[in-house]
């Protein structure tokens, strides 16, 4: 034995040796195994630091450049106008005074008429004469007035010595020559209502004339130097024969003439509107009479409706023109002021009204003349200073003095894209004309807007119309009221069920049922917005306008139920109390709630019957006056409120959950009741967290476009009814980008709103970061 321990023991001594040698190996640093590790975890860290930072820095960049693309898209809107001149020449042949300039729809062909009858046609390009043609004058009279019609149509008259006026029409016809399919343009001279000489007055000289033409209808009104006017109305006479007859018979006419019985001294100027309804008989001090033209006719009422004093302070009108759409006035008086007229109906009375008016030049406006088809004017002073505005807008795009002394003329292509002035000495200049977006300014979209045919300055949105008159509407305020309007409606629904949900859930909820409630919640939110707008504009909106008492009836009794279900259920002995586990009590709510919400509806019926004649929406109509839309606010604040509901419900019960335990059981060891430890320690913490939850489904509601989009009118109304619909500047992008032209004036509008919704959602999102960094300082220490 003795030898056996022996050895038993030399074996123990040898075996330490080994020991702290394997424990020297392990715990060796150097060894080549440990140095691989240490540089694969360096790597590992150093390249999630790195591609963390990427990734962040990408979304930073990222965003930053869809704004820079959306201030790209929307800067081009606030560019003001430019002129390049392109051609300037001596006119063969041109004398005498020039009363009308005009140019064809492809700029290339310009037109000018003098005080002799003699229309000449011309090239814009190389200056050469196209065409010369003599209008048939009255034997033996002198011209004495010109009238226009319309830009646009080209019709004209001519009022002459002898009482006569002759009417006639310039134009264009475009013909593509076989095989080249070269443009050739041909001006033409018409009569579209006849050769033969409208009698106004028997050997009386028209002092004043004006026209206006509707179709194959005509109205002219002359007046003379002793201040008689007289009226003519002609209009096309066609039957079967005449209208398929190839021979070209003449058409008859069915003359109709009147005489205003009074005298009117000092008539200057004379001017029919578009609707052919009202005459504005204008003296040379500047007073405008309006008159009604179908009682003038008719003689069955006196048809004087208002006067206006056109230019104050002594000024005189030099310039007069109707814009498109022959329903504003634009007067220019001798000190350089323009201003903007047309009749308003205030309380069913007609009157005519100053809309607004434009920086004064420095010298008296020498000539006005109005786009074909925008609302834009351009008008040139006597000392050759041109200025180009847009009367919606409000707006100079242009101004510059790029004449010397004074012009005889100025004329604007259909298109906007060119302008041709006659300068006093004879010259024809021609400028080229880059004006994109002159209907745009700040006032335009942040401010009230007189449109035409308006009684009073509004908030408009209205991008399109079916005619060519159209004003365009491109105010911001509607959509955006119509976004705050939804998200407010939204908030007032999602913000206490998500607050108080996260509340119970992440503080009173049993572990076991929260593992369960908190996913489904939030499984809610994967459900597509387009669905729960389908079912919102085809299901729930036809059900709340059948059942509005019944949803009212829901939100009062409904919180009434449930506080009245828990009093009665905390007054229970303990012994049934301790039935249900704690934490568990939600679920006794569950039949409470559908119990009590199916009564709301069935005691409805019997209140609706009792108080509201059977019918609540026609009587919220008739008794009160509040306009019904049956996809309105109330029902955009269901959708869109369940929609935000899980944002809103998931961030705030992480915040409330996070909330170290140890503060809670401190508070409740002091003696606290577990709702004082709720107020003054769980919710003070969360609450960066919480209002961060807020204002994300703010963000969230305010950029949502499916739900709205269907569950709306998309009426552009400024209304805060719940009754009523609104338009979001999301919905309307939706709707409005796929039908909007590239680069147009709306397309980029479009763009702006995206941008105002974006830096709504930035404001948002930097309000609540502000606030939560305060809130998390101001409680840090709790």
Request: glycine share 10%; hydrophobic share 50%.
């Given at each position: 034995m003795p030898p056996t321990s022996d050895n038993s023991a030399a074996t123990d001594s040898a075996g330490k040796p080994d020991q702290e040698q394997q424990s020297a190996r392990a715990l060796d640093l150097t060894s080549p195994r440990l140095k691989l590790r240490r540089k694969i975890r360096h790597f590992s860290d150093q390249a999630a630091k790195v591609s963390?930072?990427?990734?962040?820095?990408?979304?930073?960049?990222?965003?930053?450049?869809?704004?820079?693309?959306?201030?790209?898209?929307?800067?081009?809107?606030?560019?003001?106008?430019?002129?390049?001149?392109?051609n300037e020449f001596q006119l063969d042949g041109a004398t005498g005074e020039t009363l009308h300039l005009a140019i064809d729809e492809q700029s290339e062909i310009g037109m000018r008429l003098n005080n002799a009858g003699q229309v000449s046609f011309f090239n814009l390009a190389s200056g050469d004469s196209v065409q010369n043609l003599q209008l048939p004058l009255s034997a033996g009279a002198a011209i004495t007035s010109f009238a226009l019609d319309s830009e646009e149509s080209g019709v004209f008259a001519l009022g002459f010595s002898n009482g006569r006026a002759l009417v006639a029409r310039y134009g264009y016809q475009t013909s593509f020559a076989p095989g080249t399919n070269e443009r050739?343009?041909?001006?033409?001279?018409?009569?579209?209502?006849?050769?033969?000489?409208?009698?106004?007055?028997?050997?009386?000289e028209l002092n004043s004339l004006a026209i206006r033409t509707a179709g194959e209808s005509l109205i002219l009104v002359g007046a003379d130097r002793q201040g008689e006017v007289n009226?003519?109305?002609a209009s096309r006479q066609t039957n079967m024969f005449t209208a398929f007859a190839l021979g070209g018979e003449d058409a008859s006419f069915e003359i109709d003439t009147s005489t205003l019985t009074q005298r009117i001294g000092d008539i200057n100027q004379i001017y029919v509107d578009n609707d052919m309804r009202w005459l504005f008989l204008i003296s040379d001090s500047g007073l405008v009479r309006l008159?009604?033209?179908?009682?003038?006719?008719?003689?069955?009422q006196d048809?004087?409706?208002?006067?206006?004093?056109?230019?104050?302070?002594?000024?005189?009108?030099?310039?007069?023109?109707?814009?498109?759409?022959?329903?504003?006035m634009l007067v220019a008086d001798n000190r350089g002021r323009i201003s903007q007229w047309f009749v308003v109906r205030d309380e069913g009375q007609p009157s005519l009204q100053l809309i607004r008016t434009f920086r004064p030049a420095e010298n008296a406006i020498a000539d006005i003349t109005a786009e074909q088809r925008r609302k834009n004017f351009v008008a040139v002073d006597r000392q050759g200073t041109l200025a180009i505005y847009?009367?919606?807008?409000?707006?100079?795009?242009?101004?510059?003095?790029?004449?010397?002394?004074?012009?005889?003329?100025?004329?604007?292509?259909?298109?906007?894209d060119s302008l041709i002035a006659e300068t006093s000495t004879g010259n024809i200049a021609v400028w080229q004309v880059h004006n994109e977006h002159p209907e745009v300014s700040w006032s335009a979209l942040w401010s009230r807007v007189w449109y035409e045919g308006y009684s009073e300055p509004e908030f408009i949105w209205q991008s399109t119309s079916a005619t060519n008159d159209f004003e365009p509407k491109y105010s911001l305020v509607p959509l955006s009221f119509g976004t705050l309007k939804a998200a407010f409606y939204a908030m007032l629904l999602a913000t206490p069920l998500a607050i108080c949900g996260a509340i119970f859930t992440g503080y009173f909820m049993a572990p076991a049922m929260r593992r369960k409630v908190k996913p489904l919640i939030e499984l809610m939110e994967a459900l597509p917005t387009v669905v729960l707008g389908f079912l919102a504009g085809l299901w729930l909106a036809p059900f709340v306008e059948n059942n509005l008492l019944g949803i009212f009836s829901i939100l009062f009794i409904l919180p009434f139920s449930i506080l009245l279900a828990s009093f009665g259920w905390s007054q229970l002995p303990q012994r049934f109390r301790y039935i249900v586990p704690e934490g568990w009590e939600a679920g006794l709510l569950i039949p409470v709630i559908l119990l009590f919400g199916y009564l709301s509806f069935v005691i409805a019926t019997p209140l609706e019957s009792a108080f509201f004649d059977g019918d609540m929406r026609y009587w919220i109509s008739s008794e009160l006056g509040i306009s019904y839309d049956q996809r309105n606010?109330?029902?955009?604040?269901?959708?869109?409120?369940?929609?935000?509901i899980p944002t809103i419900f998931s961030i705030a019960e992480d915040a409330i959950f996070t909330v170290p335990?140890?503060?809670?059981?401190?508070?409740?060891?002091?003696?606290?009741?577990?709702?004082?430890?709720?107020?003054r320690v769980v919710l003070p913490t969360a609450s960066p967290g919480i209002f961060s939850a807020l204002m994300i489904g703010m963000g969230r509601a305010v950029g949502e476009t499916m739900i709205v989009l269907m569950a709306t009118g998309n009426t552009p109304v400024m209304d805060i009814n719940i009754f009523e619909g609104m338009r979001t500047l999301a919905a309307n992008i939706a709707v409005e980008i796929p039908e909007s032209e590239v680069d147009s004036t709306h397309y980029r509008i479009l763009f702006l709103a995206a941008l105002v919704l974006f830096l709504f959602t930035f404001v948002f999102n930097t309000i609540a970061e502000v606030v939560r960094q305060r809130l998390r300082t101001k409680y840090s220490t709790i």
């Open positions: 963390i930072g990427i990734g962040g820095i990408s979304v930073i960049v990222a965003i930053l450049l869809i704004f820079l693309y959306l201030f790209y898209e929307v800067v081009p809107l606030f560019a003001s106008a430019e002129l390049e001149q392109t050739n343009i041909r001006p033409i001279i018409e009569y579209p209502f006849g050769e033969d000489l409208y009698a106004l007055f028997n050997d009386s009226l003519i109305r008159l009604d033209v179908q009682a003038v006719f008719t003689g069955s048809p004087f409706i208002s006067e206006a004093l056109l230019a104050g302070n002594n000024a005189r009108p030099t310039k007069v023109a109707f814009l498109l759409g022959g329903i504003s847009n009367t919606t807008a409000r707006r100079e795009v242009f101004s510059e003095q790029l004449f010397q002394g004074d012009v005889s003329g100025i004329a604007i292509s259909p298109r906007g606010a109330l029902v955009v604040g269901f959708a869109m409120g369940f929609a935000v335990r140890h503060l809670t059981y401190g508070s409740l060891a002091l003696g606290a009741t577990p709702w004082q430890s709720l107020y």
